[in-house]
């Protein structure tokens, strides 16, 4: 189970591994506050959503369990939408469309087919909580990655309350040296793409030494 | 007239989907080897999209909005797409066996394909109104059909370019979809 687990992180990283739930991880990868916000709720509703497809997988009949899923991940996703709206409105704001769009990120129907359909409940919470933070993980490293070429710096405020900064510093010395194109569009692409490819790496890596 | 041309003018190149908005990376990447699989997989979005949209614009403001169960926007939306895609699969299936063996796994994939969920609450949240709406609607997965022809043709080439081992496939696809981006850019002026 440890294994399952660790293995969402780097060899079967959701994002870097499987290409899954790439938009959003492009898309509200600019700061550090994003993507912890974006990740505990996707994690939250991967875990949820695990747990209740496992619970109902007996009875539900196998021609119409898609639509079934659906409607389980979409009413999960309209409730923290909900949460996130009334406690934390600066993040409701800042990852705007992409919140709703949690619906059809790829990792969780995925999840609840590849897993959750065939797997028990303690299972699937398990590989819910692992993927999660594996998604998490990524999104972590690209908007590190991105904010700090874009600020010289990172910070991270509390989320429920948005004029209490947990952390922040900014290296002065390379201030002039920011590149703003790392916020836009393109410096999205080429971070992930420098990412993905040192995933591969590294589990290529991983596989000869399990061949060995 | 003229603001409905600057809209649709604004949701193919200036902001484009997959490269400014980063939405249906998915299909972007994984049915982009062919330009045939292309054409095929943006024809089949744009039908989707607009057949859903059109759908999901007439059941909120005859049906949420009149009850005030707005909240269940989302649910009903994806209900909607959902019943969609599969009857254009069906409709594929039938029709062009073909095309259904290419676009095999993306085709039900269509459902998660963030645009199209996207678009129908674009329409809502941007509060436009029926031409708005089946502009935008047409507009946006034209958009993605565009660049994701565009990107087909590049992908076709660097399949046989000398990358670095680890760039190989998905990585070095990134990179150029970035280059792609930020040529995309320079079309921010024109609307």
């Known amino acids: 189970m440890w294994q399952n687990f660790k293995n969402g992180f780097i060899k079967e990283n959701p994002v870097f591994g499987l290409y899954l739930g790439m938009c959003s991880a492009l898309a509200i990868s600019t700061s550090l506050n994003n993507a912890i916000g974006m990740g505990a709720c996707v994690t939250l509703v991967l875990i949820c959503s695990n747990i209740i497809v496992s619970l109902i997988r007996k009875i539900t009949p196998d021609e119409i369990r898609i639509p079934v899923y659906i409607v389980v991940i979409a009413s999960l996703v309209t409730l923290?939408?909900?949460?996130?709206?009334?406690?934390m409105p600066e993040l409701y704001t800042s990852l705007g469309v992409f919140l709703g769009l949690i619906v059809v990120n790829c990792i969780i129907l995925g999840r609840a087919e590849a897993f959750a359909s065939k797997n028990g409940v303690g299972a699937s919470a398990i590989d819910g909580l692992g993927m999660g933070l594996g998604y998490t993980f990524a999104l972590l490293l690209i908007s590190v990655v991105r904010e700090f070429l874009t600020t010289a710096g990172l910070s991270f405020v509390n989320p429920f309350d948005s004029t209490q900064v947990i952390f922040s510093f900014t290296i002065e010395?390379?201030?002039p040296y920011t590149i703003s194109l790392f916020g836009a569009s393109v410096g999205a692409f080429l971070t992930f793409a420098c990412f993905a490819a040192l995933f591969a790496v590294l589990r290529e890596r991983a596989n000869?030494?399990?061949?060995? | 007239m003229m603001e409905l041309f600057s809209l649709a003018l604004g949701a193919v190149l200036v902001n484009n989907v997959v490269l400014s908005k980063f939405l249906g990376?998915?299909?972007f990447l994984g049915v982009s080897k062919s330009s045939k699989n292309a054409i095929g997989m943006g024809l089949a979005?744009?039908?989707v999209i607009f057949g859903a949209s059109l759908i999901t614009y007439a059941l909120y403001y005859l049906v949420?909005?009149?009850?005030n169960i707005e909240y269940m926007q989302l649910i009903t939306f994806i209900l909607v797409i959902a019943t969609f895609v599969q009857f254009i699969e069906m409709f594929i299936k039938k029709y062009s066996a073909g095309l259904y063996k290419a676009l095999g796994i993306y085709l039900p994939l269509i459902?998660?394909?963030?645009?199209?969920?996207?678009?129908a609450q674009d329409n809502i949240t941007q509060g436009y109104n029926l031409a708005e709406t089946i502009v935008n609607s047409i507009a946006v997965p034209?958009?993605?059909m565009l660049v994701l022809y565009l990107f087909s043709c590049l992908r076709e080439r660097l399949d046989s370019a000398d990358t670095p081992k680890a760039f190989k496939g998905n990585p070095i696809a990134l990179v150029t979809a970035g280059l792609m981006a930020l040529a995309f850019s320079a079309f921010a002026g024109i609307v």
């Open chain 2, 142 to 144: 034209a958009g993605f």
């Open chain 2, 111 to 119: 459902t998660t394909n963030c645009v199209v969920l996207f678009v």
């Open chain 1, 208 to 212: 000869k030494k399990e061949a060995k």
């Open chain 1, 80 to 87: 923290v939408e909900m949460i996130v709206h009334a406690f």
């Open chain 2, 64 to 67: 949420l909005e009149p009850l």
């Open chain 2, 25 to 27: 990376i998915c299909p």
């Open chain 1, 173 to 175: 010395a390379l201030e």
């Open chain 2, 45 to 47: 979005v744009i039908f």
